[in-house]
């Protein structure tokens, strides 16, 4: 709790210590009328001073100007800002080649390393949205692994519990720990693995 409180608190304030650089160099340049030119002068300042990793979009930084009076030049703002989102899409992510392969089938023994690769992406500010859709990917390749006729009833039971690993993983990260401590403790758990109890 105390965690989470705290990073709320950092991130609200670096978006305050963000949003008072991108108004004293408006003010700065005195330039009352901003369009793509401005936009992007501001991007890079913002990229310098704050690294690249978390960059804010064209239309952000407008409304921030907006808000303290700037004029927009607003069909050069949504230009801009679109191509920004369509260059941004075209990147290849940072993290990228540091993600697990979803589309391996997993074991026990191997999908709590999995897991622990993601919530490291996640803490190095990795992209969330794309380190879910992994876990999801994974959890469906658990899943479609689990209906194989070919398995045996352990394999199966396998691939059915790596499922429900990802699936609490998805839904409630901050509680994975916790939860897998219990479920390990579980007679259930026990019974159908004990090996690996």
Known sequence: MEGTRSSRTSRRSDSKVRRQVIIEYWRGEQCPRVGARELSQLQSLLATRFGGADLDSPATIARVLADEGAELRHPEVIECDAQWRA???????????????????????????????????????????????????????????????????????????????????????????????????????????????
């Open 87 to 197: 260059d941004f899409l075209q990147r290849p992510s940072q993290d990228s080649a540091e993600l697990p392969d979803a589309k391996e089938t997993l074991t026990l023994a191997a999908v709590e390393p999995f897991i622990e690769k993601l919530e490291q992406l996640a803490r190095d500010k990795a992209d969330i949205q794309r380190l879910r859709s992994v876990a999801i990917e994974a959890r469906k390749t658990a899943q479609l692994e689990a209906r194989r006729k070919s398995l045996s009833e352990s394999q199966r039971n396998e691939q059915i519990e790596i499922a429900e690993w990802l699936g609490v993983w998805i839904k409630t990260p901050r509680l994975f720990k916790d939860w897998l401590e219990l479920r390990r403790r579980s007679p259930e758990f026990k019974g159908k693995f004990p090996s690996e109890s």
